[in-house]
């Protein structure tokens, strides 16, 4: 028994066991007391980043309200866009895994991390568009690739689409993203970082009715970010739909039209003023800017010597020239300082001064009274109108027609041309106003400047009896269940300081300008429809005394624009239409052509004596 339990063997296990149960209870008392520092002390903050973890809050994009023209036809809708997107706190060493999606979608590093950089302090809780808009082929790599890269998902949204490229580019507008400023400025409550806003046109005019409200979705997401199952969705809401005043028809073919011009086409409906037709000519391509239009194509628009980016129908200023003969002829009837039965001689010239001021006829008009010199467009007779009626009051009745003021149009820059006085060159030259400024002034030439827009609304007025009417391009704005929210009505801004006897003159000299054997525009007749019309050759450059121009072999940028004024029928006028055609030459050669055609499609489409209808 002695031997046994001395045993040198026994005392070794014993040992051994003593040992082994202490490493034992320290690795349980280890283990205990991580699970206290887990549950108890760091339990509540482990908690919530456990349930911050596991469920997520993710947003979902509307869709902008669809854009039709007055026939219902669809201009604008939306198509679905494929965004790259990453979070970063599930990304893991965010470098790495932005070069890997960079080698994977051919996109540099650079560009990736520019849009991180732009979401700002944003870009830590939410995540971040580093691409907008990838390709079919780009998403099947970035699919196939999807566990190589944390943080990595893609989200379906709604993109804007222009069905009809480059067609109304500067009426419709186009989007662009979102900036920092914008955001904190609390005027775009539904929208989020990588978002787009209506930038221009009347995507950015009518932008709180067209931008929808946000959805969301709570989904329970693994260690990578990815959606493992979707535990309550609340549906986005569809932005409103407009229905423009817009003729789609007769935009394409002024667009036709216009293919190798500079200029604009304005097209309205003179009982209500109801903007068919606005199209400026160099256009540009509305899905260009979607996604974020690339520097290379943005640089080709801006150094374009034909300014695309301008919508040149509202934007663009220039002289008159021969349609403000319709203001010199208000004024002086007005004015009692000429009647229908005056008349003046023109020999080709008026000296005034020691300066001969010319006609554009060469051999002169000889006599001619108001309705003549309206369908001749005789500079004579309207340099003496001019001189008797007087810088100032011409300038009074320019205004009471809507010129040099906005016409209120709902489109952003919109410009308000100039009718200048003689207080206003006083104050802008410190010089006082010359007698000769006038003539040129009455004929639409020197300081005058407008835009084809005004002169739409100021014809318009002339063909409907003297009512100025506020220019319309939005008729109805509808819900997605085709709920009218908003209604346009026809508003009329004032009236042509014009008696009915002093507009009956002046139709009639518009008329005979179509359809008289001596008319200016006679060329442009259409069988069965009266066009009552004024020509106009504005001037780029003036013209020093004594000088001769070779007009065949002037520079291309120094040539006259081509104006064409018009409204038809010439009882009670379904359309008016003004046409400039920048380096056109000649109104009544370059302009009244379109003005003729799409007057004629109009017409002959409804029916001349086809009622007007909302």
């Not at 908690?47 to 596991?54: I, V």
């Not at 400039?580 to 109104?587: N, S």
């Amino acid at each position: 028994m002695t031997q046994f339990s001395n045993n040198p063997d026994r005392e070794w296990v014993k040992q051994r066991l003593i040992m082994a149960s202490v490493c034992i209870l320290f690795v349980f008392a280890l283990l205990f007391l991580r699970l206290v520092y887990l549950q108890v002390i760091k339990g509540e903050e482990l908690r919530l980043k456990s349930e911050k973890n596991a469920v997520r809050l993710k947003s979902i994009k509307s869709s902008r309200g669809l854009i039709f023209d007055r026939n219902k036809k669809l201009l604008v809708d939306n198509r679905p866009s494929f965004n790259l997107k990453i979070t970063l706190e599930d990304a893991g060493v965010v470098d790495d895994t932005l070069a890997k999606v960079s080698k994977i979608i051919q996109v540099p590093v650079s560009e990736l991390k520019d849009s991180i950089k732009k979401a700002g302090r944003r870009a830590f809780y939410t995540p971040v568009t580093i691409k907008n808009d990838i390709t079919r082929d780009q998403l099947a790599v970035v699919e196939a690739h999807k566990f190589d890269l944390p943080g990595i998902h893609i989200d379906i949204e709604p993109t804007r689409h222009y069905i009809y490229q480059k067609t109304a580019a500067h009426l419709l507008g186009y989007l662009g993203q979102i900036n920092g400023k914008e955001l904190q400025s609390g005027k775009y409550p539904n929208v989020k970082s990588g978002d787009s806003i209506g930038r221009y046109g009347i995507e950015k005019s009518f932008e709180p009715y067209l931008q929808g409200k946000r959805g969301g979705k709570q989904v329970e997401v693994d260690a990578n970010g990815r959606i493992i199952k979707v535990l309550e969705t609340v549906e986005p809401v569809s932005g409103h739909d407009l229905t423009l005043t817009l003729d789609l028809e007769l935009q394409l073919t002024a667009e036709k039209l216009l293919e190798g011009k500079e200029g604009a086409v304005v097209a309205i409906d003179p009982s209500n003023g109801d903007v068919l037709v606005m199209a400026s000519n160099p256009s540009f391509d509305q899905n260009d800017f979607i996604g974020g239009i690339s520097n290379k194509k943005w640089k080709a628009l801006m150094t374009d010597p034909g300014k695309p980016m301008i919508n040149k129908a509202i934007q663009a200023e220039y002289p008159p020239a021969s349609t403000y003969k319709i203001i010199t002829s208000l004024a002086a009837l007005e004015e009692k300082q000429i009647d229908i039965y005056s008349t003046a001689f023109c020999p080709g010239w008026l000296k005034y001064g020691n300066r001969k001021y010319r006609c554009w006829k060469k051999n002169g008009h000889g006599e001619v009274n108001v309705i003549d010199a309206i369908t001749q467009s005789c500079d004579v007779f309207y340099y003496q109108a001019g001189i008797k009626v007087g810088v100032d009051p011409l300038a009074q009745y320019a205004k009471g027609c809507g010129l040099g003021k906005k016409t209120g149009i709902r489109l952003a820059n919109e410009k308000r041309g100039l009718i200048p006085t003689s207080q206003w060159k006083e104050k802008r030259f410190n010089e006082p106003w010359q007698g000769g400024e006038t003539l040129s002034i009455a004929i639409g030439q020197g300081f005058n400047l407008v835009t084809p827009l005004q002169m739409a609304v100021l014809i318009a007025a002339v063909g409907n009896g003297g009512t100025l009417y506020r220019p319309r391009i939005v008729k109805r704005i509808e819900d997605s269940y085709n709920t009218v929210i908003q209604k346009t009505e026809p508003e009329i801004t004032g009236g042509l300081p014009a008696g009915e006897e002093t507009l009956r003159i002046v139709r009639e000299g518009l008329l005979k300008v179509v359809q008289g054997d001596r008319g200016t525009a006679r060329r442009i007749r259409i069988k069965d429809v009266e066009i009552a019309g004024k020509t106009g050759t504005a001037q780029v450059f003036s013209i020093k005394k004594g000088e001769k121009i070779d007009s065949e072999n002037l520079a291309y940028r120094l040539r006259d624009h081509a104006w064409f004024v018009s409204y038809a029928p010439a009882v009670n006028p379904v359309i008016a239409v003004s046409v400039l055609i920048e380096h056109g030459e000649h109104g009544s050669s370059t302009a009244a052509p379109i003005a003729a055609a799409l007057i004629s499609q109009y017409i002959k489409g409804r029916g001349v004596d086809a009622q007007k209808t909302e």
